[in-house]
């Protein structure tokens, strides 16, 4: 094992690839937060704008949502990261094409 942040099989992690790496899991994550806690208008009990549809949210709080999303995401990026540093599971360990 090396150093904090120090890969025994790439080297240390530059930043701006930990940054982008990062963005990957929050945009991804927004995906796994969002269909959690929606109610529609009818299930609040109130009415509907005309046109809306059935399954439109009644209520879309952005900044909770954010919130949510940032900590799914950070906590992902730490598994990924300590992964990098400390080599839990390697590219060899899922090359399933190997005889042996």
């Given at each position: 094992m090396g150093r904090a942040g120090i890969s025994r099989y790439g080297g240390a992690m530059r930043w701006t690839s930990a940054l982008a790496i990062y963005v990957l899991f929050w945009a991804f994550s927004v995906f796994l937060v969002l269909?959690?806690?929606v109610r529609t208008t009818d299930e609040v009990g109130a009415e509907r704008v005309p046109g809306q549809a059935d399954s439109a949210p009644h209520d879309f709080p952005a900044g909770r949502i954010a919130v949510r999303?940032?900590?799914?995401?950070t906590i992902l990026f730490a598994i990924y990261y300590l992964n990098y540093v400390y080599g839990w599971v390697t590219p060899e360990m899922l090359d399933w094409t190997r005889a042996g």
């Open positions: 269909p959690f806690g999303v940032t900590i799914v995401a």
